[in-house]
C-alpha cells in the first residue's frame, strides 16, 4: 500500500514562489510515473507535471518555464518548485501515483489529500 502526504500549500502574493512536497511511503517498484495534480473550485482536475521511473519530465503548457518537478528517492519524497505563481493557479495540488504517466487523473491509483495553494493578485 502506498502513501502519499502533500505539505507546503499556502498564501501568496501574484510573482510568488512555493514549494510543495509530497512523503512517499509503500514505495513502489518497478516502472511507474508520479505527479502533480491541481483542481480549482467548479473544474476538472488538472495535471501539472509529471515524472517517470526513468527521469522524464512532462508539464502542462499552463506551467512551462514556472514549475519544477523533481523527485529525491534516497528521501522518497516528491517536490513542486513554483515560481513566478499566478492567480489562475490557485487550487488544491495533489500528488499521486500511477503505472503510467499520463495527465487522465483517472489512471492514478494511489492519492494524497492535497494542500491549498492560494495566489492573489
Known amino acids: 500500500q502506498v502513501h502519499l502526504a502533500e505539505s507546503g500549500g499556502g498564501s501568496v502574493q501574484s510573482g510568488g514562489s512555493l514549494t510543495l512536497s509530497c512523503a512517499i511511503s509503500?514505495?513502489?517498484?518497478?516502472?511507474?510515473?508520479m505527479g502533480w495534480f491541481r483542481r480549482a473550485p467548479g473544474k476538472a482536475p488538472e495535471g501539472v507535471a509529471l515524472i517517470d521511473s526513468a527521469g522524464s519530465l512532462i508539464y502542462a503548457d499552463s506551467v512551462k518555464g514556472r514549475f519544477t518537478i523533481s523527485e529525491d528517492r534516497n528521501k522518497n519524497l516528491l517536490t513542486l518548485q513554483m515560481n513566478n505563481l499566478k492567480p489562475e493557479d490557485t487550487a488544491m495540488y495533489y500528488c499521486a501515483t500511477g503505472s503510467y504517466c499520463t495527465f487522465n487523473s483517472s489512471a492514478y491509483r494511489y492519492w494524497g489529500q492535497g494542500t491549498q495553494v492560494t495566489v492573489s493578485s
Open positions: 509503500g514505495y513502489t517498484t518497478g516502472t511507474y510515473c
